[in-house]
């Protein structure tokens, strides 16, 4: 059955350090999204991509990027970790319609920074 | 920017019951689409029923249905014979060409 992993599901780094978090799918979706989820808020879409080599801006994407190199796959780096960073994170990847398809989510990594 | 507001935080029914959670949005786009997705305790977020705006006829998906009214930038869910695993955190959101917006969520609790 096709899926959507993150890895790890959970992480504890220190400020200041580099931090990837993984994304993988197996839908062959071209679509895949970065979102956080915060208390209160709902989630909130970091970054996003249509394809291989194509990556957009969400509402808070300050502090993170993202690369495609395959359809697969794509990782969220944050840059220089920060506190206000703390949160759970969740990869998503859509079909045909782009963001106003139906997405399916991965099931999070929650990140601390101390 | 776009917004999108869930006015109840919590929420309680009773299990056969039918309940229905708020939602409203704010937007000038003319096109776009709503969803509702379901996030179960300690489980991914699956999509529960989607919307577009151009289409006047509600969505229904089984026991889920939505009450669309676009004048009034309102789309509210009713979960009708409710069951024990309907017990979730539910999410509206909104999008357009390239964006997406969630609201803080409604928790929602069937009680046996």
């Known amino acids: 059955d096709a899926e959507i992993t993150q890895s790890p599901r959970h992480k504890i780094t220190e400020t200041g350090r580099q931090v990837t978090l993984a994304c993988h799918q197996t839908?062959?979706?071209?679509?895949m999204f970065w979102y956080r989820q915060d208390l209160g808020h709902g989630l909130r879409l970091i970054h996003y991509?249509?394809?291989?080599?194509?990556?957009n801006k969400g509402e808070v994407s300050d502090g993170y990027s993202v690369s495609r190199s395959n359809t697969e796959d794509l990782p969220l780096t944050l840059e220089s970790a920060a506190s206000s960073q703390t949160s759970v994170y969740f990869c998503?990847?859509?079909?045909?319609?782009?963001?106003?398809?139906?997405?399916?989510f991965g099931p999070g990594t929650r990140l601390t920074v101390l | 920017a776009q917004t999108v507001t869930q006015s109840q935080p919590e929420m309680s029914v009773q299990e056969a019951e039918t309940v229905t959670l708020s939602c409203t949005y704010d937007?000038?786009?003319?096109?776009?689409?709503l969803f509702w997705y379901k996030q179960p305790p300690s489980r991914q977020m699956i999509l529960v029923i989607r919307?577009?705006?151009?289409?006047?006829q509600n969505a229904t998906e089984n026991r889920f249905s939505v009450n669309f009214q676009k004048a009034a930038k309102s789309f509210s869910l009713k979960i009708s014979d409710s069951q024990l695993g309907d017990t979730a955190m539910y999410f509206c959101?909104?999008?357009?060409?390239?964006?997406?917006?969630f609201g803080a969520g409604t928790r929602l609790t069937v009680k046996p």
């Open positions: 991509s249509y394809g291989v080599q194509d990556t």
């Open positions: 919307q577009e705006a151009y289409k006047q």
């Open positions: 839908w062959n979706h071209n679509n």
């Open positions: 937007t000038s786009e003319s096109n776009y689409y």
């Open positions: 998503a990847s859509s079909g045909t319609s782009g963001i106003q398809d139906t997405q399916y």
């Open positions: 959101a909104f999008s357009d060409n390239n964006d997406m917006r």
